[in-house]
T-cell receptor, first 114, second 111 residues
Framework: GAGVSQTPSNKVTEKGKYVELRCDPISGHTALYWYRQSLGQGPEFLIYFQGTGAADDSGLPNDRFFAVRPEGSVSTLKIQRTERGDSAVYLC????????????FGQGTRLTVV | RKEVEQDPGPFNVPEGATVAFNCTYSNSASQSFFWYRQDCRKEPKLLMSVYSSGNEDGRFTAQLNRASQYISLLIRDSKLSDSATYLCVANRGSTLGRLYFGRGTQLTVWP
């Protein structure tokens, strides 16, 4: 596709359940970011991939959060034992390393933990 | 202290007005700066990069003051379509790396 694609667009889950959020970056973009955004706040950094490896995972709030990008393209953000405080919009962005620094965002996954 | 601080507003201005937003960053190692625009319930999109010499794109002017660690965005001749949240962003690297977002400044332009 032409842009960053995130699925699902909405996810409602029960407290304590496991969820996976998927991000399909723009083809050829080597850098991929995960952010989460709560109402009235700016995007909060979670993790950044350069290729297949996590270059910076210092934003992951605790060990319930994990992300992978096994082939350097699609990435999955995994949240175990979800809590109500995890409810937010999870945004994925990608950047083409050789074309400047514009980050292209997907439309996000709105996660609601009930 | 947050890496990037912004006044959340809201700013409510009439069409045709000039409005300015300010932002400060705490880490002097920051090298790249941007303004992103975010419409309600949409994803952020790049509005413009901010260069040391200042730069202009139509009705929008961005300024960077490294000594004061301060970034500004000026919008002239506001349009209804300018209503959105404006996010100030800093990057410690010259190209890639972690992007630090401010909480955003909300602008409403009324007719």
């Amino acid at each position: 596709g032409a842009g960053v694609s995130q699925t699902p667009s909405n996810k409602v889950t029960e407290k304590g359940k496991y969820v996976e959020l998927r991000c399909d970056p723009i083809s050829g973009h080597t850098a991929l970011y995960w952010y989460r955004q709560s109402l009235g706040q700016g995007p909060e950094f979670l993790i950044y991939f350069q290729g297949t490896g996590a270059a910076d995972d210092s934003g992951l709030p605790n060990d319930r959060f994990f992300a992978v990008r096994p082939e350097g393209s699609v990435s999955t953000l995994k949240i175990q034992r979800t809590e109500r405080g995890d409810s937010a919009v999870y945004l994925c962005a990608s950047i083409a390393r050789d074309r400047g620094t514009e980050a292209f965002f997907g439309q996000g996954t709105r996660l609601t933990v009930v | 202290r947050k890496e990037v601080e912004q006044d959340p507003g809201p700013f409510n201005v009439p069409e045709g007005a000039t409005v300015a937003f300010n932002c400060t960053y705490s880490n002097s190692a920051s090298q790249s700066f941007f303004w992103y625009r975010q419409d309600c319930r949409k994803e952020p999109k790049l509005l413009m990069s901010v260069y040391s010499s200042g730069n202009e794109d139509g009705r929008f002017t961005a300024q960077l003051n490294r000594a004061s660690q301060y970034i500004s965005l000026l919008i002239r001749d506001s349009k209804l379509s300018d209503s959105a949240t404006y996010l100030c962003v800093a990057n410690r690297g010259s190209t890639l790396g972690r992007l630090y977002f401010g909480r955003g400044t909300q602008l409403t332009v009324w007719p």
